[in-house]
């Protein structure tokens, strides 16, 4: 079984920086693709950034220059860092895996932007 832990939410001022970060239980050299999706109150689960084995990035046009989606093999671990909050970016924060046919989720790790 292959668990995604996040970690590094809370809360910030409008402006501020966070970095996520999402363990995974197996090398995330094994995984197809790695990013992050949120889910605001009353909302869909949306997609934040992906990171495609080759390297390939990908993010939501309405995070583009303000998050980056990086990874360190070696220690099995996928940020997010997130700069410029604003509020609108208050939501939970899933970290996603897709690993042969499967796709994994984390737990979610509340980030709330406000002043």
């Known amino acids: 079984q292959v668990q995604l832990v996040e970690s590094g939410g809370g809360l910030v001022q409008p402006g501020g920086s966070l970095r996520l970060s999402c363990i995974a239980s197996r090398s995330i050299s094994s995984f197809t693709a790695m990013g992050w999706y949120r889910q605001a109150p009353g909302k869909q689960r949306e997609l934040v950034a992906t990171?495609?084995?080759?390297?390939?990035?990908n993010y939501a046009d309405s995070v583009k220059g303000r998050f980056t989606i990086s990874r360190d093999n070696a220690k099995d671990t996928v940020y997010l860092q997130m700069s410029s909050l604003k509020p609108e970016d208050t939501a939970v924060y899933y970290c996603?895996?897709?690993?042969?046919?499967?796709?994994?989720w984390g737990q979610g790790t509340q980030v709330t932007v406000s002043s």
């Open positions: 990171i495609i084995s080759g390297g390939r990035l």
């Open positions: 996603n895996g897709l690993r042969g046919s499967a796709t994994y």
